[in-house]
């Protein structure tokens, strides 16, 4: 049974940094995509960072590229997300996910498994 446990997340001023970890169990593949989304309330889930975990290729979406770093521990099967420089519009619930290892990362219904979401709240 897959699980991917996010933690990491929490409130934090404008121009603050958070680190978030999703940690994986129960992959049976060994090779994937990883990849983070968040959700505003009334807002459509959307794509933040995504990871191949084979190669390491990563991805970002314009709005957090310069910002956000999405990197990976293959020994502990976890993948990160840090997040500087952090705005007003970055508060949502953060996800991550995993995918089959071509999934398109931009996707979130490619994404085979979920995390249960860790809220990161922007203030003034």
């Known amino acids: 049974q897959v699980q991917l446990v996010e933690s990491g997340g929490g409130l934090v001023q404008a121009g603050g940094s958070l680190r978030l970890s999703c940690a994986a169990s129960?992959?049976?593949?060994?090779?994937?995509?990883m990849g983070w989304f968040r959700q505003a309330p009334g807002k459509e889930r959307e794509f933040v960072a995504a990871?191949?975990?084979?190669?390491?290729?990563?991805y970002y979406a314009d709005s957090v590229k310069g910002r956000f770093t999405i990197s990976k521990d293959n020994a502990k099967n976890t993948v990160y997300l840090q997040m500087n420089s952090l705005q007003l519009e970055d508060t949502a619930v953060y996800y991550c996910?995993?995918?089959?290892?071509?999934?398109?990362?931009?996707?979130?219904?490619?994404?085979?498994?979920w995390g249960q979401g860790t809220q990161v709240t922007v203030s003034s």
């Open positions: 996910a995993v995918g089959g290892p071509r999934t398109l990362p931009v996707n979130y219904r490619l994404y085979n498994y």
């Open positions: 129960g992959l049976s593949f060994s090779s994937y995509t």
């Open positions: 990871i191949r975990w084979s190669g390491g290729t990563t």
